[in-house]
Structures are given as C-alpha cells and as structure tokens.
C-alpha cells in the first residue's frame, strides 16, 4: 500500500523513531509528564506513517 497524499512518508526509519521512542520512556523512568505524553503521541504517529510507508500491497 503506497502512501496517500493524507499520510506523508516519514523521514526517518522505523529503528530510529522506535530508539526514540524507547529512550524517551527511559529518561522518563516510565512516568511520563505531559511534554513527554506529547512527544509520545508524535513519535507513535510518526512510528505508525513509517509502518503504513512500508506495507506493499499484494497484487
């Protein structure tokens, strides 16, 4: 499936986003603060563009 003009490709790899990802919830200490519940939601839409960016569609 090729992304739609409504869901951008990502700029960044899935690896890189899911460090980020990872790093943010260890900085935190698994308690998030409001910035970082924000972060969070941009990086998981940001991690869900890169997923949708790299399905292909069977013919």
């Known amino acids: 499936m090729s992304p739609t003009p409504d869901q951008p490709v990502p700029?960044?790899?899935l690896a890189e986003i899911n460090t980020d990802i990872r790093g943010l919830f260890a900085?935190?200490?698994g308690r998030?603060?409001?910035?970082?519940?924000?972060r969070h939601a941009a990086l998981l839409e940001e991690w869900a563009a890169a997923?949708?960016?790299s399905i292909v569609t069977a013919a």
Do not use: F
Request: no cysteine.
């Open 27 to 29: 900085r935190a200490q």
């Open 51 to 53: 997923i949708r960016a």
């Open 11 to 13: 700029d960044r790899p």
């Open 32 to 38: 998030l603060s409001d910035t970082e519940r924000a």
